[in-house]
């Protein structure tokens, strides 16, 4: 049953999912690594690159940001001990951004993968990776689920998957009909001359670069994404970067997102995008998804009664994006709530469908992208 759901939901978006086929040779792969005070969690990170990854020729880069703990000693005794292993120490503090393109930038692999020094690989997902970047030539980009993590690390899905391949323009139209980023960077691998021929990450979107990166390779090659297996870990703790920068899973943190998320989808199509046919079909989906989400947003917090949460930010900015918003599903939600006010809204015999409703669509959505990665 559901493989059956499975098979409807890629090909519902233009996917084809795709028998597995095992590595064709050995892999060159360079995995950069940004650091900056992770130095109690760096030899963590490259040992699960340097290890358990059959098939794998691995170039690790350090990129130490100027942290100010012992992360560049760690990185130093890890390029003693490894030859794999290349540290580039930075003079001054230069930010996130910059740290990723001047590791990008060392890289010498036929393949690429972006991994945080706090976050991990599982074992074997640079030989899934790379077996199905050598098998399917036009794929730019492959990417797979990754398990969050605290203290321990918890056991991983690391079998043999299925393969789903999209066309490049049928995943980025997914992309504007949901609006959300699927791809979690720990489990990203880029082929190298995709990554050179589309330039490295953006230093105007510090919280969406990775996304716009996304919507760009959708751009100049077909997607791909390993089902069934998880690719990395991701780890949840008191320092990470989404949290401290970008007040991640806050109505602030809300906000940032949708703003970046919105920058994102503007930068593809007056860009790299314009040349596609579908240009302004697409350009015009992303917004009305965008704005929709904002006051989806707004709608759930009258529903639960949440009178701090800044709903005329919300209003703004999906007006911004989408002038024609009031004529939406969402825009006429949102005057329904905002004329009964947050004291009647609940008493209202609708209410409580509409926000089970609402949370069932969020489930449904995550549980889908962790199925067949849309």
Not at 159 to 177: M, Q, S, T, Y
Not at 188 to 212: K, N, Q, T
Not at 247 to 260: C, F, K, R, W
Not at 303 to 317: H, S
Request: with cysteine.
């Amino acid at each position: 049953m559901l493989q059956a759901i499975d098979r409807i939901s890629v090909a519902g978006v233009g996917g084809r999912i795709k028998a597995p086929q095992p590595l064709a040779r050995v892999a060159n792969v360079s995995v950069v690594v940004p650091c900056y005070n992770y130095g109690y969690c760096l030899r963590q990170c490259a040992e699960s690159v340097l290890y358990e990854q059959p098939g794998i020729d691995v170039e690790v880069i350090i990129v130490d940001d100027k942290s100010t703990d012992d992360s560049l000693e760690v990185a130093r005794a890890l390029e003693r001990s490894d030859p794999r292993v290349r540290v580039l120490a930075h003079e001054t503090n230069r930010g996130h951004i910059q740290t990723y393109n001047d590791g990008l930038r060392l890289a010498t692999g036929e393949f690429v993968l972006l991994l945080s020094a706090d976050d991990l690989v599982t074992p074997g997902a640079l030989t899934r990776a790379a077996a199905f970047l050598m098998a399917e030539t036009s794929v730019g980009l492959v990417y797979g689920n990754v398990v969050e993590f605290s203290r321990d690390l918890p056991p991983a899905r690391v079998g043999e998957a299925k393969w789903i391949v999209w066309k490049g323009a049928d995943w980025l139209r997914a992309r504007c009909r949901t609006g959300y980023n699927v791809v979690s960077t720990p489990a990203a691998v880029m082929r190298r001359s995709v990554l050179s021929a589309i330039g490295g990450y953006r230093c105007d979107l510090p919280h969406a670069g990775d996304f716009e990166m996304w919507l760009r390779t959708s751009c100049v090659s077909d997607i791909g994404f390993l089902a069934g297996v998880d690719q990395g870990y991701y780890r949840q703790h008191a320092v990470n970067m989404h949290k401290n920068m970008f007040h991640s899973g806050t109505a602030n943190g809300q906000l940032v997102d949708l703003d970046e998320r919105w920058r994102s989808f503007e930068a593809i199509f007056t860009g790299l995008g314009r040349a596609l046919p579908e240009c302004a079909e697409l350009y015009g989906l992303a917004r009305r998804t965008l704005a929709c989400q904002a006051l989806d947003y707004a709608n759930y917090a009258y529903a639960r009664g949440k009178r701090n949460f800044p709903v005329a930010q919300f209003e703004q900015i999906a007006r911004e994006i989408y002038p024609g918003v009031d004529k939406t599903r969402a825009g006429r939600a949102f005057e329904r709530r905002k004329r009964l006010g947050m004291t009647v809204l609940p008493l209202h015999p609708l209410w409580a469908p509409a926000a089970i409703a609402w949370r069932s669509g969020e489930a449904l959505r995550t549980w889908r992208r962790k199925r067949v990665g849309v």
